[in-house]
T-cell receptor, first 112, second 116 residues
């Protein structure tokens, strides 16, 4: 049982390049989330998917898009990366609204 | 607007002593609070939680206290061990029943260092 997995672990991009961060969970959870964590700050919600087929904006959605491919997978896309998107990105999932979220190991992204 | 504040960015404690990590919040009603622990290069892992209807929850060496009148919660680790060295995040968990998801509002974290 792998829990929540994320790929890649680390990525360097040049300004303007695009990339997709992948996330998958094997816990049959309904809701999935993307967060970013910056130094001296807590995790901030970028986008979430309450269930398969639905996505919605979180606190800091600008510059990102998401796709809930199926119940297991939730990807985050940067269409044109900017240095301000240098961060650590975490994916999370939860079964119901009252249960805790389980996090993946993170993707460290550096945009030059 | 819900906020969670952890005003101590770091804490250093000797092994065997008590570690106390603090967290303040705003605007709670049906809130449910969580503590997450994070090691370097790993994702946050759930540690312990407390419902707003309780004032204490204990799990082994970890106890969380909730003071609703002061809108304050604290995590006590007794006795502290070197393996407890990590960043601890306090989070306010708001179930959004109509939207079918739960909203986590995180504090900035406190880095705990436990020295032998």
């Amino acid at each position: 049982n792998a829990g929540v997995t994320q790929t890649p672990k680390f990525q360097v991009l040049k300004t303007g390049q695009s990339m997709t961060l992948q996330c998958a969970q094997d816990m049959n959870h309904n809701s999935m989330y993307w967060y970013r964590q910056d130094p001296g700050m807590g995790l901030r919600l970028i986008y979430y998917s309450a269930s398969e087929g639905t996505t919605d904006k979180g606190e800091v959605p600008n510059g990102y898009n998401v796709s809930r491919l199926n119940k297991r997978e939730f990807s985050l896309r940067l269409e044109s990366a900017a240095p301000s998107q240098t961060s650590v990105y975490f994916c999370a999932s939860t079964r119901t609204v009252t249960e805790t979220q389980y996090f993946g190991p993170g993707t460290r992204l550096l945009v030059l | 607007d819900q906020q969670v504040k952890q005003n101590s960015p770091s804490l250093s404690v000797q092994e065997g002593r008590i570690s106390i990590l603090n967290c303040d919040y705003t605007n709670s009603m049906f809130d449910y609070f969580l503590w997450y622990k994070k090691y370097p290069a790993e994702g946050p892992t759930f540690l312990i939680s407390i419902s707003s209807i309780k004032d204490k929850n204990e799990d082994g060496r970890f106890t969380v206290f909730l003071n609703k009148s002061a809108k304050h919660l604290s995590l006590h680790i007794v006795p502290s061990q070197p393996g407890d060295s990590a960043v601890y995040f306090c989070a306010d968990n708001l179930p959004m029943f109509s939207g079918g998801y739960n909203k986590l509002i995180f504090g900035a974290g406190t880095r705990l260092a436990v020295h032998p």
